[in-house]
């Protein structure tokens, strides 16, 4: 499935028949499938496939949105029709104009593997089925679920624009659970022959078998390894509340240019460009995504732009717009922290006394210009005693500025892993080592 | 509409399936935004298409599709039956669901006015006059109010003969005023937090909620926060306004009552609860004054529907009983494996998503006593309003909840404005502390329009129906 041609030619006909103004019109089709087990059995198995068009009409100094997910021959011209309804209403000084094309720049690269494109419920089925039975074999249950994706997207616009690419995702995420505990794992590629499912499973089946029969640890400030799972949840939340220029603009992001707020050791990216962050040429504006360093070796360094917010402050788009118009604002979706030089399991060697996290869960903003978050740490709390993991704790709430975390950093790992964050957007992440972490409850 | 599910329930028989459902949807929601004193979006959204559930050789299969000509109804059909046969190579236990009776009818939300006759002219205009009354005072910074229109028509149909037909109508709309200064940002919002209020009722629920009538007040509590005081610190009374005792239900109550969690289908993602089978009907979950319900009839919370997306009919079942744990929300799958038949809290997010145990309207049944009375009988303690963040373990039990604005209380007297609260607790703890909650006088029905679940995740409207209350011996500070 790669018709971003016949998805352009839709594309060019609909805004052939444009009277006047201009259009941006956005035509994807999306095939995702889904298999969930739970228990050691498969209880949810699901598929979708859909067509979405979005037309984006601008005229009179006024801009429209029109939407329509459905397959029927009239899904464009409905979408032209409810983008003038939407036009006619809107005010005059919110036009943001449509980017002008670069002629050249090329649709690559884009991550896509055709193994995940062709996958069938079965082969995911005999996949998951790896997982559940080393659990078994283990007298534990597991859970967890496998998805594929497949994405084609094709922009026009009247001003030129005509890029499209077809994309391919490949997630597999797993709790396993015994009596007492439980343990987390997953890995994500645009191939889902690449994923490393035995790999996964012995890593959940272990962190399971270890995380059993907790005992409660007081709360309080701790030195701290934070696995890649924990790492990506912090980076998320400083992408969307931080890492844009509208969050500039509007004095809530705690970005100060050419300010050191963090560890030199902390250098943060978004480079579409990398593969394994589920690589993809250009924005929903058509835009080209710019590889921006945000964090250069612990000083705010840049922030991501769309148009809008590029025309406020006299520069270029970086290419990190979501569909416009829009209230949020350029959000980075390649997120990645550059790799230090330990490997991680001698960053747990050198803690005397500290806590090593498998991952955070339900993460949420409390004073977002501070970056402080709280949420839970779950499936997999160890306690760290001179240089080695010694037992499992009960899970911990912390309270904590993600800033001043970064400050602490002591070590960063030679590996890295990509997580989804709850925003599914992938994140590469190291382990870190962090001198001081606020647990509250 | 008939046809497409009469071809899709044949076409999963023909192909194996032992029972079929599915829905036909059209679903059309309009969203408008004023940000800072212009239009920044007007987003009109149409959706269209089909879900097949299917069971085949003991498992369950789910396709969906926005492509209603016959060989793609047919195609997805097979396809469900594709995917729950590859499913059953791996399972050992075939699926069991509770018996329920077929049913055959018609339901439309009760509106006054449809909102979708009201013109797209008199939306821009109530959002224009309510960002203006917002404008006067130069510390805010950003300013933003929307409204939102859902109309959602709903076929279901089974193999075992049931045939339902439904009409949802959806009306919300909020603001938020965000103020900032050198080293403090704060935001109000009304009438809750989050974007918007939204219940299942026409034009006549905007206009009560009086957006416009409360935009000044709510920019001046923004600006008022940015010098407020920082909230106290220590163990005291707490007084939530509903809007906060809403939310305290949904994650304290709403979600550890979900008999799919409970049941592990949900460990991986959503996660547990701590209310296991063991504890039903013996378990003390809160106080005397704590009653729960589960209420698909009590509208206009955004949980009123006719039947659930598998055509169980809509009903009251009592969750919590004054402080005793009585009661799960279910399906007819998860009712079966523990001896009971569904309370219909299946809903599914639109066509292309397998409908899931979701809440319903979760209401916090009214007390005797009124805000009044709990500040006047409190000798210290912070009366908390409006959710600004929420967090809570995946069994339910830890939680740490944070409010846009707090009233600290001396000597039963509300006596200083205080900024950044947030309040925490362990769930049956906290509930076990309530000794108060207010009468039907100031008992309203509040949505929570983004609750996530299921993977692929769904995001699901669902409805609280709460009125303040009071807590007493509850850990509060101020967010560092
Ligand atoms: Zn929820």
Known sequence: MRGGDDLLAMGDGALASLARGEAEVVISDTRSELTRFAGNEIHQSVAERFRHVRVRLIDGGRTGVGEVRGHDGRAIERAFAAAEDSRRVTTESAVSPLPAPSPGESDEPVAFAEATAATMPQGRAELVAIITDAAGAHGINAYGALSTSTTTTAIVTSAGLRRSATSTQASLVSVARGDDGGGYASRHSPDIDALDVPGLAAEVVDTCERNQGATAIGPGDYEVILSPYAVTDMLEHLAWGGFSALAVQEHRSFMRIGEKLMSDRITIRDDARTHEIFAFPFDDEGVSTRPVTLIDRGVCSAVVYDTPTALHDGVTSTGHSLPQPNTWGPLPRHVAMDAGSTPWQEMVGSVSRGLYITRFWYVRDVHPLRTVITGMTREGTFLIENGSITRPVRDLRFTQSIVEALANVIQVSRERRLELGEGESGVLSPWLHIGRFSFTS | ?480
């Open chain 2, 1 to 480: 509409m008939r046809d497409l599910s009469e071809r899709a329930l044949d076409a999963a028989s023909a192909a194996g399936a032992s029972y079929a459902d599915c829905r036909v949807i059209n679903s059309t929601v309009q969203r408008l935004t004023v940000k800072n004193g212009v239009v920044a979006s007007v987003e009109l959204f149409e959706d269209e298409g089909i879900g097949i559930r299917v069971i085949a050789d003991g498992s369950w299969g789910f396709a969906g599709a926005d492509d209603l000509g016959p060989a793609s109804i047919e195609e997805t059909a097979r396809h469900a039956v594709t995917i729950a046969k590859a499913s059953s190579r791996v399972n050992r236990t075939p699926v069991r669901m509770a018996p329920a009776p077929a049913l055959v009818g018609e339901y439309r939300t009760l509106v006054v006015r449809d909102p979708f006759a009201v013109s797209l002219d008199d939306k821009v205009d109530l959002l224009m006059r309510t960002d203006e009354a917002m404008s006067h005072l130069a510390q805010i910074r950003v300013r933003e109010c929307s409204l939102e229109f859902v109309r959602e028509i709903r076929h279901f149909a089974s193999s075992e003969g049931a045939r339902l037909d439904q009409t949802i109508i959806e009306s919300g709309g909020g603001m938020d005023a965000t103020a900032t200064s050198d080293d403090e940002v704060q935001t109000r919002s009304f009438p809750n937090s989050f974007g918007r209020h939204q219940v299942c009722a026409g034009w006549e629920a905007i206009e009560a909620f009086d957006l416009p009538g409360n935009a000044g007040r709510i920019a001046e509590e923004a600006v008022a926060l940015l010098t407020a005081a920082q909230c106290p610190a220590g163990t005291m009374t707490v007084i939530l306004d509903a809007t906060q005792a809403a939310l305290q239900v949904h994650e304290s109550c709403g979600h550890p009552t979900e008999l799919d969690r409970v049941l592990g289908h949900e460990a991986a993602y959503a996660g547990t609860s701590f209310l296991t089978p063991d504890l039903l009907g013996t378990f003390r979950y809160g106080s005397e004054q704590v009653t729960i319900t589960a209420d698909s009839t009590s509208a206009p919370g955004l949980g009123t529907f006719g039947w659930d997306d598998e055509g169980v009919a809509a009903q009251r079942s009592v969750l919590v009983d004054r402080g005793l744990f009585t009661g799960y929300l279910s399906s007819r799958e998860t009712a079966a494996a523990i001896g009971q038949v569904s309370n219909g809290c299946m809903r599914a997010d639109g066509w292309s998503r397998l409908p899931i145990i979701r809440m319903t309207n979760i209401n916090l049944e009214p007390g005797t006593s009124s805000l009044e009375e709990m500040i006047a009988t409190t000798e210290h303690g912070v009366y908390l309003e409006t959710n600004r963040s929420w967090s809570i373990d995946d069994r339910r039990l830890n939680f740490q909840f944070g409010t846009q604005n707090g009233w600290e209380i001396v000597d039963g007297k509300r006596v200083r404005l205080v900024r950044n609260p947030i309040y925490s607790g362990q769930t049956p703890e906290f509930w076990g502390s309530c000794d108060a909650v207010a009468a039907p006088a100031e008992w309203q029905m509040f949505g929570v329009v983004n609750c996530g679940k299921g993977q692929p995740s769904q995001l699901m409207h669902v409805g609280h129906g709460a009125a303040p209350c009071r807590f007493q011996n509850v850990r509060v500070e101020p967010a560092r």
